[in-house]
């Protein structure tokens, strides 16, 4: 394949102007992880502003995950078709420009639609970002080019919840996306103008259009099932039913034509690799499970515990401060031992604090909060470097990119769908504790009695007492969660001694974000 270096036209980027061109990359990668969590904490501002419920809030995160899910396996495609360049950059003006929509929106629909687009639109910022500084390095200098694509990684997810609350707190939540309005079209530009050199030759294989059509209706339904079913009363409503009809037909039908298509959109042929299905098993249950967690723990530090949007970011940082310190060892560790047993350490250590933190009050104080959310951080990197390295260790090389896209789509799908399930889960638990704690609670009505002849009314009595009810019916609701996400991670972990010991050793990098 001849490219317009090889031609002469233009000399490769060297010295400053080599690592300036890299830092841009960089920066696509960062403001595209970071949007995967800088609205995790702005959930009950989004929520406030705009006349929904916190449930319904959380349709910010899961569109904007399941776009971005169904264009990460279709970026071969397309920087083929394309060109690598010319889809990254239109893909970081298309990013910058639907950020700017997301901020105009004045009511929740408008915003999902936009968080779509942008979803649509960072997918293939990701891997296009690792590609291309891979194409623009030396050989020699390709580990310091994934280091710092790497480094990126794990600090946006630091970032992104810090960041998110001080603008909610001092500015507007629409202000957690106009920052990347600038980043992407300037960066855009700029990266036009020093990689256009570094095009290819385009590829005009066909795209698989049958499939990708079975792929976004049976995705689209499955989400809108979990994200509507809670308020529409699941099963007994007809639209919940035609939703999962849609959903299992759409999905068996698009089954059924990826393992027969020539050029399937996903090739669901790498499965019959017993190493792949086992470490994807693992990383989709716990990503999942992690994920859940991850947005639930700010809607239930804003909403019952009185902490702020700022303070709520500082709290679920941790965990990302936690992975930045130990992902060096990580990486050395998982090329020197079984990465199974690494996975299934970090994953275990990870499910255990998690059911530490089930055993939590209403009257906590900040560290009892944050310290069980830094220990899962050490774990972290212990999951997901081997874990991706295991995965793509057990296909065969022309396999590896249709595997890591793959991989990449299920880990994303699952992290929308966890966060349905949770929120589902917490507000059905929440009802239902309360409903338990209504009947046990002053049943006598001594404190009532005791609060009217304080001075209160007897309105206000019964107010102060059912917000106290409803406090605790929160809490139960919350611990119950960690118990189920804990009870994944550790069926996670299990899973993955269904792998055989791998063979060969592959750098997780290659996985893309």
């Not at 992880?33 to 929904?52: E, K, P």
């Not at 939590?360 to 104080?365: F, G, I, K, Q």
Request: charged share 10%.
């Amino acid at each position: 394949m001849q490219t317009g270096l090889e031609t002469g036209t233009k000399q490769p980027l060297q010295g400053g102007m080599l690592w300036f061109a890299a830092l841009i990359l960089a920066a696509a990668n960062f403001i595209a992880v970071l949007d995967m969590t800088i609205a995790n904490v702005s959930v009950a501002s989004i929520a406030g502003n705009l006349g929904a419920t916190n449930s319904q809030g959380t349709w910010v995160i899961t569109s904007y995950a399941v776009a971005e899910a169904i264009t990460v396996p279709l970026t071969g495609w397309l920087a083929g078709r394309f060109g690598a360049v010319r889809v990254f950059v239109t893909a970081m003006g298309m990013f910058g420009l639907c950020s700017a929509l997301c901020g105009f929106a004045d009511s929740l629909g408008f915003l999902v639609a936009a968080r779509v687009l942008q979803g649509l639109a960072g997918g293939p910022m990701m891997p296009l970002s690792q590609t291309l500084l891979l194409r623009i390095f030396p050989k020699e200098k390709a580990t310091a080019a994934n280091g710092l694509w790497a480094m990126t990684t794990l600090v946006a997810p630091v970032v992104g919840p810090v960041l998110g609350g001080w603008l909610c707190d001092n500015y507007s939540w629409p202000w957690i996306f106009y920052i990347n309005v600038p980043i992407a079209l300037v960066c855009g530009w700029i990266a036009w103008q020093m990689l256009k050199r570094y095009e290819q030759e385009l590829d005009h294989s066909p795209i698989d259009k049958v499939g990708l059509a079975l792929l976004i209706i049976w995705v689209a339904a499955l989400q809108l099932m979990l994200d509507e079913g809670k308020d529409l009363d699941w099963f007994s409503s007809p639209i919940i039913i035609w939703l999962a009809i849609i959903a299992v037909v759409g999905f068996a039908a698009f089954l059924i034509w990826e393992l027969t298509e020539k050029h399937p959109v996903v090739d669901l042929r790498v499965f019959r690799h017993r190493g792949f299905s086992a470490s994807v098993l693992t990383i989709s249950l716990a990503f999942g499970a992690f994920f859940g967690a991850n947005v639930l723990t700010p809607l239930w530090l804003q909403t019952n515990m009185g902490y702020t949007a700022t303070w709520s970011g500082k709290t679920t940082a941790w965990s990302g401060v936690a992975a930045v310190m130990v992902a060096p060892l990580a990486a050395f560790l998982s090329s020197k031992i079984d990465p199974r047993k690494l996975v299934f350490c970090g994953v275990l250590w990870i499910g255990m604090v998690t059911f530490g933190r089930s055993i939590l009050t209403s009257d906590v104080n900040y560290w009892w909060i944050a310290a069980p959310i830094l220990l899962m951080g050490f774990g972290l990197p212990f999951f997901f470097v081997p874990s991706t390295g295991l995965a793509l260790a057990s296909v065969d090389e022309p396999e590896m990119a249709s595997a890591a896209g793959l991989m990449n789509f299920l880990r994303t799908l699952s992290g929308a769908f966890a966060t349905s399930l949770v929120n589902t889960v917490w507000e059905d638990k929440t009802n239902y504790n309360h409903a338990e704690l209504s009947g046990l609670v002053d049943s006598a009505g001594v404190h009532s009695h005791a609060m009217t002849e304080a001075g209160m009314t007897p309105e206000m009595a019964r107010g102060v007492i059912d917000q106290i009810t409803t406090s605790q019916s929160v809490m139960l609701a919350t611990n119950e969660i960690m118990i189920y996400v804990s009870i994944a991670l550790v069926i996670a972990a299990f899973a993955i001694w269904l792998a055989p010991k791998p063979q060969r050793v592959v750098d997780a990098s290659q996985a893309g974000h």
